[in-house]
């Protein structure tokens, strides 16, 4: 499968979790994997899990805008995933604009997450 | 030295080179780099190149708005670094939001530029 197919199945059932299920996005996670959220570092699945699961809105909905993805090793099947989009919360009339980059590392016939690096963009 | 100050280190000195001698950023990619800018792929140091000295504009000034850095490989001192920030283009009074991630990958004492992706976040 090329990179940008691995990007859309992946980007599709992240953000469907994160939207309808945030406690289920643990399983993408790992003992080492990290999260900056809006600047601040969080470790590990569970470290992770706590942090997403407790960010201070109830209802959210991430719209993709643009998706591109690269090839991030030349030794392994890493994949770079960069996402930039809206995010609806709390039925707000105004979306918010993220962006979000993830690194996927291979594992088993499925890809966890090492990094993942998130922020809204505000305005000039 | 930590992963946000090499990241610190990077960014200063890759957009004062875009902003000022677009040519010079040649140095930072090799044969196997990969930029995607704006959803369009271009491979190695040459393409590159050409693309970033042929984009649509002639005086360029980044901002950076944000800037966030993780070790990006369990095994190599690589590192991701991701950006948002303001692009002001020909002296626009309007800049333009931008987001845009690297994959550095350490060589002989410094950092070139494996993955590259650069986006202009528009208003929903």
Known sequence: MDPEAIAKQFTDFY??????????????YRDHSMLTWEGQPVAGANGITEKLT??????????????????????????LVFVTGLLVVDDS?????????FQLIPDNGTYYVLNDVFRLNYGA
């Open 93 to 101: 009339p105004n979306p918010l604009q993220f962006s979000q980059t």
């Open 54 to 79: 407790t960010l201070p809105f109830a209802k959210v909905l991430h719209k993709v805008t643009t998706l591109d993805a690269q090839p991030s090793s030349q030794v392994a099947a890493n994949l």
């Open 15 to 28: 953000y469907n979790t994160f939207d309808n299920n945030r406690e289920a996005l643990r399983s993408l």
